[in-house]
Structures are given as structure tokens and as C-alpha cells.
Nanobody, 130 residues
Framework: QLQLVESGGALVQPGGSLRLSCAASGATLLDNYAIGWFRQAPGKEREGVSCLGYRDYNADYADSVKGRFTISRQSAKNTVYLQMNNLKPEDTAVYYC??????????????????????WGQGTQVTVSS
């Protein structure tokens, strides 16, 4: 059974960078799936941050992170990354990765609801503060 484990969250100063990792265990190859990164700040609903289509068909980003965040995958490690640069206090949240319920769906959009994705990782905390 596929399990996802996020890592890389930390306390960082504004303007700093972090790279989040989402590693998959089990026999499932992430290459065959679209992947989403979401975040949930205290008192707010979970929101889509970025997604990467099957076989990197496309990448999409929330307007709030465009130009600062980059999603990528490393097939050999069965891992997806979220590189976050120029972090802002409003980026503070628990970050989750999730896998498309169905394989081989090339196109993704951050405006697609959470229902597209299952399973989910446990989340990793990112705190941006001076």
C-alpha cells in the first residue's frame, strides 16, 4: 500500500528557503501519478499550493507562490520536491503532499479539489518568522 512521508519543514526567517520532500514507500511509482502539494495555516482551510501532472505533463502553482516555489520529482528516489524560496510569514502552514487517486492523468490544476487526491502524507510544519 502506498504511503507518503513528507519532510523538510522547519523554522526559517523571511526571505529564506526550504525544500520539502515527499517520499513514497511501497511498489507504486510516483511517475505514474499526478502529485499535489497543499497547505493549511492555523484557522484556515487547506489550500492547493502546487501540482505536477503525470510524467510532468504540466506544473501549476497558486498565485501566492508563483515565481517563488518550484515542484519537481526525482524518479530514481520515488520522491517529489517542493522548493520554496523567498519565504514569507504568510507561507507558515502545515504542508501536505498527496497522490492522484487514479494513474496516468496528465493535466493537473491547483484549483482542483482535494477529492482528486488520495492518499495523503502526514504533513510537515513550515514556520516563517524572524
Amino acid at each position: 500500500q502506498l504511503q507518503l512521508v513528507e519532510s523538510g519543514g522547519a523554522l526559517v526567517q523571511p526571505g529564506g528557503s526550504l525544500r520539502l520532500s515527499c517520499a513514497a514507500s511501497g511498489a507504486t511509482l510516483l511517475d505514474n501519478y499526478a502529485i499535489g502539494w497543499f497547505r493549511q495555516a492555523p484557522g484556515k482551510e487547506r489550500e492547493g499550493v502546487s501540482c505536477l501532472g503525470y510524467r510532468d505533463y504540466n506544473a501549476d502553482y497558486a498565485d501566492s507562490v508563483k515565481g517563488r516555489f518550484t515542484i519537481s520529482r526525482q524518479s530514481a528516489k520515488n520522491t517529489v520536491y517542493l522548493q520554496m524560496n523567498n519565504l514569507k510569514p504568510e507561507d507558515t502552514a502545515v504542508y501536505y503532499c498527496a497522490v492522484d487517486r487514479y494513474p496516468l492523468r496528465g493535466f493537473c490544476s491547483v484549483r482542483t479539489g482535494e477529492e482528486r487526491y488520495d492518499p495523503w502524507g502526514q504533513g510537515t510544519q513550515v514556520t516563517v518568522s524572524s
